[in-house]
């Protein structure tokens, strides 16, 4: 195993002290805690956001923190979900005054470790709903998944719902909208190679140098099936097919586009998968409203990525053009 860490054991405590350092003007590091939360948390007059899981998938969740995203992440271990008091310290560190809403990504551990700490904050007063993002169409039930796994989409429902929440709306409002997104966004992914988690010192699965898994998860989750390797085409096909046989999207309707890599893809690679998806929309006469193309959820060194797409009406429209200061996006 060849990684920059120090003590393997370390790995989430040093990271966290070099995101603070790098993102002052953003956020910052509750005490005893592994959280991170917008830098003027609480926020008084707004709902708050509160996201997380295990890390590893960077820059997701921390990199999302700032004006009109995230209010707080709280960080697990890698590929491990966090505790319910750790989740329940982001709660009170973000709360100010009009309630807070969870998004959680479909993990059977993340789904229990934030459903108790909601619990705890509902004993102390807190307002807190939560919402359960789970756009991958690749599998159901999967390792560590009671349905489907929620994967690269879930930076639309933190983007949106924090738009949202910025505007004043209410924790009804804000969860209805969340709800709306999730409604109308799916993903899946691909991989070419294996990733390592950094405790453990060797990769999570094996990949021969001619095959990718279609459909991996985000943690190393078998997807629907292996194959041989073809062209960039043929792959993005099988991606793109199979989200609109999920969620079909009529003739002049509108999406937003998520090209999403998994951290060991250049850039090169993730344009020529963009290319074939726009296509294949425009031959459908499916209209692209705005494509992002670079790293939202990633894991670890893995080579692959995931494609995204947003079904839109106006609403939603209105609130992804709305301005986001984050240390990930400057503006989304």
Avoid at 188 to 214: Q, R
Avoid at 265 to 270: F, Q, S, V, W, Y
Avoid at 306 to 317: I, M, R, Y
């Amino acid at each position: 195993m060849k990684k920059l860490i120090n003590n393997p054991n370390n790995v989430l405590e040093d990271m966290l002290k070099g995101i603070v350092y790098a993102h002052k003007e953003h956020l910052r590091k509750i005490d005893g805690f592994d959280v991170l939360v917008r830098k003027n948390s609480p926020v008084e007059g707004k709902v708050a956001l509160v996201s997380g899981g295990g890390s590893g998938h960077e820059p997701a969740h921390g990199g999302y923190i700032g004006e009109g995203m995230l209010d707080g992440a709280v960080c697990g271990s890698v590929f491990t979900s966090p505790t319910p008091d750790q989740v329940f310290e982001g709660i009170k560190a973000v709360d100010g005054g009009d309630g807070v809403l969870l998004i959680i990504k479909n993990y059977s551990g993340d789904i229990m470790n934030f459903e108790m700490a909601k619990d705890m904050a509902d004993m102390e007063g807190i307002k807190v709903e939560a919402v359960v993002v789970n756009d991958d169409v690749a599998v159901e039930d999967s390792l560590y998944t009671a349905g489907r796994r929620g994967i690269a989409g879930t930076v639309f429902v933190h983007k949106i719902a924090g738009a949202k929440a910025e505007k004043g709306a209410s924790l009804e409002e804000v969860k209805k909208t969340a709800e709306k997104v999730i409604k109308n966004v799916r993903s899946m992914g691909m991989a070419l190679t294996s990733c390592i988690v950094p405790e453990a010192g060797k990769a999570n699965f094996t990949l021969a140098e001619d095959e990718v898994e279609i459909g991996m998860g985000i943690h190393g989750e078998p997807g629907t099936h292996r194959e041989k390797i073809s062209t960039a085409d043929e792959i993005t096909e099988q991606l793109v097919n199979r989200i609109l046989e999920d969620m079909p999207v009529a003739k002049n309707e509108e999406v937003a586009v998520m090209i999403n890599g998994l951290s060991g893809t250049p850039l090169m690679e993730l344009y020529i998968i963009n290319k074939k998806v726009q296509e294949m929309l425009e031959e459908r006469g499916i209209k692209s409203y705005k494509t992002f193309v670079g790293e939202f959820m990633t894991s670890l060194e893995m080579a692959g990525c995931s494609v995204t797409l947003l079904k839109l009406d106006e609403e939603l429209k209105e609130l992804l053009d709305a301005k986001a200061d984050t240390p990930a996006l400057k503006v989304f």
